[in-house]
């Protein structure tokens, strides 16, 4: 069973990391798609780095693939199977290898983990999760190496102070990211964002310190190639329809078990109900992104890619429409409450990364849902330059705050009163409207 | 993480999932050996068939080090929202459920390739 999965996995991924590698070529031809890689490797990274707009759809659509290639093979050479989680970390990879992720930035922080893993006499595996998921500090390598590096600091100094931050923040990971667990207590999926925004924090106190001022990167692309229109519709067809293939006639029962669930971490729908409802679900969870995309008119680029790619993969791993939606519909009340344009980059990455909160509304319910949205988009809009963009996943460090307080509100009614939170909140919602109305 | 911990964790989650069912008895005993240790848990909770099975499934659920070794550290410690039999499957050696005076009991043990099961007496699967 295991084993079918693991093939049926490495399988699938394979297949996408190839459609990406062809896709490339045939936009791009192969040595300007190869020319564009090597410079890419050169690029500061940080947000909002769009590789699209820096280097073409063919020379990105590259850096993805071999990004997320490279972390098949950790998962392969660590021996771990497939499974939620890793599918769920090989998509997200993919995703930020369209704007931030590169082969030489995540190399430095696999090391470091792997280090850390070995001065606790832990198995790699053990902490394999945590390696994958906190590539999202690349932009810490490529910052130092590729931004300071000839202009603040010689180039060789650079390189070496670049790959060493990787290093060292790749070995500190493992002990900070258990710890945020705690603070949210499974409620942000993206653990490893919280845990990279609070280490951006501290190394971008650093070069504040030092007189450096964190410009924001505006590397955002907005033509409309038909290829990045329908690339992620269809392989959320595909993912569905394999879904499908492998359930039969289970399918509906399996996929509304998923809707049943939670989504706490660790919520592995391929073991809670089955392969084929989590795929299926993963699919359906992409076509809701790309419709959100479309429906705000926004343009497909490589962060928006980027964020429908981690939302498909996290569909087997804690991510449902039924836990989604209300977080999803909080970002828009809230975007429109502020007069923020629903197609500008902040926003629309938020209406699609906020289902890193989707626990809570699965838990506590549409209103806590709607709640923590609101939160988020507030946070959000804050959060990037508090770390200098170095940390990838700022979502995830906006929900992992936004799910700690709210989760400490919650821990508090629940241990003191009576009273439901969720149900609080409806009625104080019923009493404004009503107010309203008279 | 220490072995102390483990079993203060392991025995948390355990109570959370026992409690949640407001049992009106629950005994909780620890026999620990040099190379490994058995936790018995007793409750006075009618447990249906159904609910018997999904508990020893997930308890006995694959082992899986990538979670276990990250997202393991919630084990009894973050109790808010439904107690995760899932995440001790993936710690423990082997767990055994079984309905007993009106309750149920669980034998939880944990151990590593050297620990003596027989001490314990794990029944052997039937051929």
């Known amino acids: 069973m295991i084993n079918s999965q693991h093939k049926i996995l490495l399988r699938l991924l394979l297949l996408i990391c190839t459609i990406f590698i062809v896709s490339a070529f045939i936009v791009d031809g192969f040595f300007p798609t190869f020319n564009g890689f090597i410079k890419i490797q050169l690029s500061p990274a940080r947000l909002l780095s769009d590789f699209i707009a820096i280097q073409g759809i063919g020379s990105a659509f590259f850096n993805a693939a071999i990004v997320a290639l490279i972390g098949i093979g950790v998962i392969l050479i660590s021996g771990v199977k497939f499974s939620g989680v890793t599918f769920a970390a090989v998509l997200t990879i993919l995703g930020f290898g369209l704007f931030g992720k590169t082969p030489v930035n995540i190399l430095p922080i696999f090391f470091g983990v792997f280090l850390a893993a070995k001065i606790a006499k832990r198995e790699f595996k053990e902490y394999l999760v945590i390696a994958l998921f906190g590539t999202a500090l690349g932009p810490l390598v490529s910052f130092i190496a590729f931004e300071l590096g000839g202009t603040q600091l010689p180039m060789l100094p650079a390189l070496f102070l670049g790959a060493g931050a990787g290093v060292i923040s790749g070995f500190i990971l493992p002990g900070v990211a258990m710890s945020m667990l705690h603070l949210h207590q499974g409620y942000n999926l993206y653990n490893i964002g919280l845990t990279c925004g609070f280490i951006g924090l501290f190394a971008a106190s650093f070069f504040k310190t030092g007189a450096y001022t964190f410009t924001s990167l505006p590397f955002w692309y907005n033509e409309a190639h038909p290829l990045l229109v329908y690339i992620l519709p269809s392989i959320s067809i595909l993912l569905m329809l394999i879904g499908i293939f492998l359930d039969k006639n289970k399918i509906l029962k399996n996929w509304i078990a998923i809707q049943k669930q939670p989504g706490r971490l660790p919520s592995d729908f391929f073991d809670l109900a089955s392969l084929g409802s989590g795929l299926f679900n993963a699919g359906l969870i992409g076509i809701i992104g790309c419709l959100m995309v479309f429906f705000t008119g926004s343009n497909f680029n490589g962060p928006v890619l980027g964020g429908i790619l981690t939302i498909i993969g996290f569909g087997a791993f804690g991510t449902h429409p039924r836990n989604s939606l209300p977080v999803m519909a909080g970002v828009i009340i809230c975007a429109i409450l502020f007069h923020l344009p629903l197609n500008s980059p902040g926003v629309i990455l938020a209406i699609l990364f906020c289902t890193t909160l989707g626990p809570l509304a699965g838990q506590f319910g549409i209103m806590m849902g709607l709640l923590a949205g609101f939160i988020h988009m507030v946070m959000v809009s804050q959060t990037g330059s508090w770390h200098g963009a170095i940390n990838l996943y700022n979502n995830g460090f906006a929900g992992g705050l936004t799910a700690a307080l709210l989760v400490a509100i919650i821990q508090w009614f629940k241990n003191n009163t009576t009273i439901n939170p969720n149900a609080m909140l409806k009625k104080s919602v019923n009493m404004f409207f009503s107010k309203k109305d008279k | ?127």
């Open chain 2, 1 to 127: 993480m220490e072995k102390k911990d483990l079993i203060l964790h392991l025995i948390g989650e355990m109570s959370n999932f026992i409690l949640n069912k407001n049992p009106k008895r629950m005994v909780i005993s620890l026999h620990q050996e040099e190379d490994g240790f058995h936790l018995a848990i007793i409750d006075n909770n009618k447990h249906t068939d159904e609910e018997v099975a999904a508990i020893e499934r997930a308890l006995n659920s694959e082992k899986r080090p990538e979670l276990a070794g990250y997202y393991g550290a919630m084990t009894g410690h973050d109790l808010l929202g439904n107690a995760r039999l899932d995440l001790l499957g993936w710690q423990i050696k082997h767990a055994d459920v079984k309905k007993s005076d009106g309750g149920i009991k669980i034998d939880l043990w944990l151990g590593s390739d050297q620990f003596e099961a027989h001490k314990f007496n794990i029944p052997k699967k039937e051929e």
